[in-house]
């Protein structure tokens, strides 16, 4: 991106309007507000200045603006705002813009952060909203409320009582055809490093060791001190002995409750879906236990792969869920001396899917996930036969119901009748990473790299071309707001698809799998555009409105108020794998925020902020509770500090057990400092800062240990070690 000059000028009328060179690219551009509030033009930003009335009430202070962008091909906004009077509140705030690109200019319109903290300071909130059939972008200081779709916001009248305000917008303008191209990595760049990287530099938002939170969690899970007894669940399927974690823990099951009190919140159940995976977090155990020297957390993971391996192959499909609910059973608060026994479990299916779908319905992108994790527990277990042969088998069968567009069905019942709903779509991908990972182990399987072809050409004239970003949690979790009206199709006023962030992460990880095993750039460029346009719902700064810290955290989709999500743990090892395939020092820098911020929703006494929270929410935590982790913060919109954003649950596969997952992944493959010897860039990971100088790499420890662990590029690593918190080492590794 080049940096292009902008020409303002001001009509008869009052009208504003931005030109670059010869190009109008807004126009019309107005404010409206009371007359104690001016707005300025200068450069590439858009300023609103000045004091709200001291009495009375209204809408604050907005800026409209009308482009001229036509077809716009690309647009991305942070939220929906479906229909008139609907806004786009700060609270979904992540990494701010309106973009929007044509033939030749993309353009982007971002609210400074500094402004939005200071707004609410003062006792104001940003917001902005996109009108896309009129194509008019505006930006508001004023007030919001939360709608009553689950989760959209709405203007509303804010209370004046002479309130200062300052807001800027940023104006980013690029007509170099890779930013045409890719404008999601040209806007994500610009926001990274002006809010992203220092608080990634600093390190800040890291309150302890990964491994200090690592104990926390373990403890909490399979110790008697912790909530060991509820959480870790051992029982038998055909006279085999297997494990897991519960599905969901609740505070209903606080050890202080008598066991004959208790209540589970759902049917006992463990799973290997897409979110809740058992296996992933075995293959995180397996890591962990040997990090740590325990034989006892070896067996355990080793029993939850003795359940994945036992879930019933059905020409290769198998269910995903083993439950001891009775068929169709939603009951909720079942007493435990009403739960049924685990000799009266039976295999079933995530009931996150479409109404007329039955429970017997294999969800392929779960069982895809599941296979690929057998599959890297086979690669940690030194070549599991059984675990190979196991995914050999679904991967056989899903070669054959391979669509005539490329794509894999969504939803397939036992008799073969695929659903119709999500029939097609960026799930897809899931099937083709799981693929490709076997063709590179079997690089005979010509029928797995043909099927995994059409997939990416499908994946690149569908979802990726349209960006339609519709999964299952797009409809079929707790914001299903759409599903009847818009579900495949475009909301007209803001001209984009309702999206969600799995489905960018699934199709980032297929393009990176093929570019790894195929060789062809084409597929890292369109994996680069996925991770970038991943990269907008990342949260680049730590705003005043959510009682914990943000930076690094991700949000679910574009109608959904989660930050601090579960998922981040997952995206973070993906960010750093782009790194080693590009040399882009920003996305390690992503990936090693993302990891960090998936242990900020910990319970433990390091996360003194958050622990606070807990404990007004839920009197009795206390040192039996270190390692209880909610999924997410302030998920039905904004929140007070009042506890009020902290829920009830943990989940073992989807918040603390998968944080832990990562954490041990990253430190086996890239270390707690990594340096890239060839590249000349080193970066901190676990609680630590670098400096490259010359040809040395200087490290700080922040927290007092007597060594750390440094991984290479090359694939040597060593243990350095620590004196007064400092180290220095060769950017060679010559002294490894």
């Known amino acids: 991106m080049h940096k292009m000059p902008l020409s303002w000028s001001r009509d008869a009328g009052g009208r504003q309007s931005l030109k670059v060179s010869d190009r109008l690219l807004f126009q019309d551009i107005e404010l409206g507000a009371p007359n104690t509030i001016d707005m300025m033009m200068g450069d590439d930003t858009i300023t609103l200045a000045g004091s709200l009335p001291s009495e009375g009430k209204g809408p604050g202070a907005r800026v409209y603006l009308r482009h001229t962008l036509n077809p716009t091909w690309h647009i991305w906004i942070p939220h929906l705002a479906p229909d008139v009077g609907y806004v ?49 972008v505006t930006f508001g200081a004023g007030a919001y409320e939360t709608a009553a779709e689950h989760v959209l916001y709405r203007a509303s009248t804010l209370e004046y009582t002479g309130q200062p305000v300052l807001l800027r917008m940023h104006v980013v303008v690029s007509d170099d055809p890779q930013d045409l191209w890719n404008p999601f990595g040209m806007l994500s760049r610009w926001l990274w490093e002006r809010w992203g990287h220092e608080p990634y530099e600093n390190g800040q938002t890291q309150k302890a060791p990964f491994a200090t939170y690592r104990d926390h969690v373990l403890r909490w899970a ?123 479990g039976r295999w079933s299916n995530s009931d996150r899917r479409p109404p007329f779908v039955s ?12 296979a690929r994790l057998l599959l890297e527990w086979s690669d940690l277990n030194t070549g599991d036969e059984e675990a190979l042969a196991y995914v050999s088998r679904f991967a056989d069968k899903l070669c054959k119901i391979q669509l005539d567009s490329g794509a ?40 797995y790299k043909d099927v995994a072809e059409l997939a990416l050409q499908y994946l690149i004239t569908g979802p990726v071309e349209a960006r339609r970003w519709e999964d299952f949690e797009t409809y079929y979790s707790c914001s299903s707001w759409g599903r009847d009206r818009y579900m495949g199709k475009v909301i007209p006023r803001n001209g984009i698809y309702k999206q969600n962030t799995f489905s960018l992460f699934w199709c980032a990880e297929a393009f990176l799998a093929a570019w790894m095993v195929l060789e062809d750039r084409r597929y890292l460029n369109y994996g680069r555009r996925c991770l970038d346009e ?45 790194y080693q395939e590009t040399g882009n020092a920003e996305y390690f820098e992503r990936g090693v925020s993302a990891l960090r911020s998936s242990f900020y929703m910990l319970y433990c006494p390091e996360n003194a902020e958050v622990k606070e929270q807990y404990e007004r929410a839920h009197p009795a935590f206390g040192p039996e509770s270190y390692g209880f982790m909610m999924e997410n913060i302030a998920h039905t919109g904004p929140a007070a500090s009042d506890g009020s954003a902290i829920g009830s649950f943990t989940i073992f596969t989807w918040g603390n057990g ?79």
């Open 222 to 344: 399979f110790s008697k001190k912790g909530w060991g007894d509820t959480v870790w669940q051992e029982f038998e399927i055909n006279d085999e002995p297997v494990g897991g974690p519960a599905f969901i823990v609740d505070v209903a099951q606080h050890p202080s409750i008598p066991s004959g009190l208790r209540k589970w919140r759902e049917p006992r159940s463990v799973w290997n879906q897409a979110w809740f995976s058992t296996q992933r977090c075995a293959n995180g155990m397996l890591r962990a236990s040997r990090q740590v020297g325990s034989d006892g957390l070896a067996d355990r993971a080793r029993l939850c792969t003795r359940l994945a391996l036992l879930a019933p192959q059905t020409d290769g499909l198998f269910p995903s869920v083993y439950t001891t609910a009775g068929q169709g059973e939603r009951k909720s608060y079942i007493p435990y001396a009403n739960t049924p026994d685990w000799g009266l």
């Open 88 to 136: 786009i509140g700060d609270h979904a705030f992540r990494s701010p813009a309106v973009l929007l690109v044509d033939d030749t200019h993309a353009i982007a319109v971002i609210p400074d952060l500094d402004d939005v903290r200071d707004g609410y300071h003062a006792g104001w909130q940003t917001w902005m909203d996109y009108d896309h059939p009129n194509h008019r």
């Open 534 to 578: 991943l990269s907008l719902h990342q949260q680049i700064w730590d705003p005043p409105f959510i009682p914990a810290p943000c930076h690094g955290g991700f949000g679910v989709m574009n109608c959904d108020g989660e930050w601090n999500d579960a998922r981040q743990s997952l995206f973070a090892p993906l960010y750093l794998a782009y």
């Open 408 to 447: 894999f069905p969504g939803w397939i019942e036992a008799d073969g009748l695929m659903a119709d709903e999500l029939r097609e779509g960026p799930e897809t991908a899931m099937g083709v990473t799981l693929l490709l990972n076997l063709l590179r182990r079997y690089p005979d399987q010509t029928s």
């Open 359 to 370: 429970e017997q319905a294999f969800h392929l992108v779960d069982s895809a996930f599941t």
């Open 658 to 736: 998968a944080a832990v997952e990562a954490a041990c992944k990253i430190h086996d493959l890239f270390g707690q400092v990594y340096v890239d010897t060839e590249r000349s860039q080193a970066f901190a990971i676990d609680g630590c800062s670098v400096l490259v100088a010359g040809e040395n790499v200087e490290i700080t420890d922040h927290f007092g240990r007597e060594n750390l662990l440094v991984r290479f590029a090359t694939g040597r690593s060593r243990i350095v070690d620590i004196d007064g918190g400092k180290a220095v080492i060769q950017l060679s590794g010559a002294d490894a």
